[in-house]
């Protein structure tokens, strides 16, 4: 079964890098993108993925499974807006490709438990939002080849990215005014095993700062369970996802390895009883790091 998995991830993953070659990288490219309607695609302007070299938003379509997103942004602060179409979870996770390695290298180095190999740094990227809801995140990015990828394993336990949600990114140097790091209103560093929060998550609107003090990778997923929902009742769910889920995700911020600028997630509160996850596999055991104890729960009134 392992194996089979193995194969499809690897198909995929050449799947990719073909799409890759094809994608040509220039300038005009991201400038068109970012125009409605010019682009070849305008058929499905009202879904489509798009960037936005002035305001620097990517817009990001998740189903299952596939992305539907631009193939090139410009460097600096990058809000990444994820609309997932459903019907299952899904996140971007986005990853540079250092020492020239290519998505193939990626997938083959995925194979093997422990640490990601240190040409792939996971630089996050918005975290999931329930199906038909949506989620933004803003990741500082530097020129390079990047993929963006779903690892989540809803609903059996088969990463996305190994069913075809990789594609590659390429990043390149813009000509318009790089956009400001955000300002935040609240800071969470993760750690090995904990959220730290710092700042009031009170209703409404907030940026949240997100860090990775390390030493591992770390994400932070943000579920707001329904009433008389527990992280039990979580756990069940996503072991065996039978019937609604037991809360809403709000998104977040993906995996961050440490050393990497922070990113910043946008989150709307309304009361309730919330949770902050991260679903990392573990380097030494492999288990997820809510298994650990990396978890925080707290109520916003
Ligand atoms: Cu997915």
Not at 83 to 104: F, I, Y
Not at 133 to 156: H, K, Q
Not at 178 to 202: H, M, N
Request: aromatic residues 6%.
């Amino acid at each position: 079964m392992q194996r089979a998995i193995t194969l499809i991830a690897v198909a995929a993953l050449l799947s990719a890098c073909s799409q890759q070659e094809a994608a040509k990288t220039d300038s005009s490219k991201v400038a068109q993108a970012g125009t409605p309607g010019s682009a070849s695609s305008a058929s499905s302007a009202a879904s489509a993925a798009s960037f936005d070299p002035t305001t620097h938003v990517a817009v990001v379509h998740a189903k299952d499974f596939a992305f539907d997103a631009p193939d090139t942004v410009t460097a600096g602060w990058t809000q990444f807006h994820l609309v997932n179409d459903g019907p299952n979870l899904h996140h971007v996770q986005l990853v540079r490709l250092d020492s020239g390695k290519t998505a193939q290298d990626l997938g083959a180095a995925l194979k093997n438990p422990g640490p990601p190999p240190r040409w792939a740094v996971f630089v996050g990227g918005p975290n999931a939002p329930s199906p038909g809801t949506e989620s933004d995140a803003t990741v500082d990015l530097r020129p390079g080849n990047y993929v963006v990828m779903c690892m989540v394993d809803i609903p059996d336990h088969v990463p996305h990215f190994a069913k075809g949600m990789i594609r590659p990114l390429t990043v390149v140097a813009g000509k318009a005014a790089p956009a400001e790091e955000p300002t935040a209103d609240a800071t969470v560093t993760l750690s090995d095993y904990k959220f730290d929060v710092q700042g009031d998550l009170t209703a409404g609107k907030h940026t949240i700062k997100v860090q990775d003090a390390g030493p591992q990778p770390h994400e932070m997923e943000i579920v707001r369970l329904a009433p008389g929902k527990t992280l039990k009742d979580l756990a069940a769910w996503m072991n065996a996802p039978n019937g609604p889920p037991p809360g809403d995700a709000l998104g977040g911020v993906d995996a961050l390895v440490p050393g990497v600028s922070p990113a910043y997630a946008m989150i709307n509160f309304t009361p309730g009883h919330y949770a902050l996850l991260c679903f990392v596999p573990d380097m030494k055991d492999g288990k997820p790091h809510v298994d650990h104890g990396m978890v925080k729960e707290f109520e916003v009134k």
